[in-house]
Every structure is written in C-alpha cells, then in structure tokens.
C-alpha cells in the first residue's frame, strides 16, 4: 500500500495555494495521511476531491471547522500495521514552563531526543509500527527501536524550509518512508 504523507500545509495563512508539484509526488496513492495544520477546512476537501480519501490530524492552526471533523490523535490501520497519527503541537502543552515559553517565543523546536520520546509516549499503549507527525517543519524518517518516526516536513515554501511530502509503503512485513521535496 502507498500512502502519501503531508503536514504543515498552512493555507491560506502562509501559503494562497498548495504547490503543484504535490500533485505530481502524489500520483497514484491509495490514501493521504495529513498530519496537521491544514488550517482551513476547504483544502482537506480539495485532497479528498483531487487525489484520493484523506485522513487527518488537526494541528494548533487549524481553524474550528477543521477541528469539528478531525481529532488531534488517532490510530489507523491498513492489514496489520498500525499508525499513529499525531501533529505534535500538543508537546508544548506539556512543556509549558517559563523556559520553554522562552523558547517559542524564539521560535526554537525542542531537541530532538525529547520530542521524540514525547512522541512514543503518545502511543506507548497502541502498538503502533509507524507515528507520523508534523509541526517542527523538518523532515524526519527514522526507526526508533520498532518503530518509525516520520514527519514529511512543511508542504508550504517557507524561510530555511525546502516544501516536502512523504510516501509511506506499507507492507505486510515492514514499512519505509521517503521524504519527496517539491
């Protein structure tokens, strides 16, 4: 099974279209996975209608509509192997002291070690093989023991940011991703 893999689209707010190379890294998938920060209900629906069923996440930019049909977390299966789904934003609500908030006001990601375990943590109980998440703008596709940490990074063109997607191939033994810039 292929599946495309997008987050951090950020339209209309930082972007007024989605780049038309998506199209292009897209072809041919059985399902898209967005990992948040869609922002505006209307390019969710615009996934669904141009390339092909679309499940979401929701992100801290997602606008109420958006909030109204996706849920920050969730699970998903295809044959045996399951995925987390997460944005990740959700690490900051955890985080919440005075130097952390020293920190996003300086707009600096948590290190990597800690994000990482925050994120295995969300998913400890769900025997997941894969998590996919967004919200640092960095691309990331790695194995963690078990299994595999993977962002496609910021689909929208941004300052130090080259746009990317994912494609995750999902096999009855294992599961890959690549990260595809646009």
Sequence with gaps: MKIGLIGDTHVPSLSPVLSAHIETAFSGLDIILHVGDICELYVLKEFQEKYTLTLAVAGESDSEDVRHYVDEKRVVSFGRRRIGMIHGHQFEAQHSGML???????????????????????????????????????????????????????????????????????????????????
């Design 100 to 182: 952390d908030g020293l920190r996003r006001w300086l707009r600096l990601r948590p290190s990597g070690a800690v994000f990482e375990s925050f994120l295995l943590s969300q998913f400890a109980d769900d025997q997941v093989d894969a998590i996919v998440y967004g919200h640092t703008h960095q691309p990331y596709v790695k194995m963690h023991g078990s299994i595999l940490l993977f962002n496609p990074g910021a689909a929208v063109a941004m300052p130090g940011h080259r746009p990317s997607v994912g494609i995750l191939n999902v096999g009855a033994r294992n599961i890959t991703g690549k990260i595809v810039y646009l």
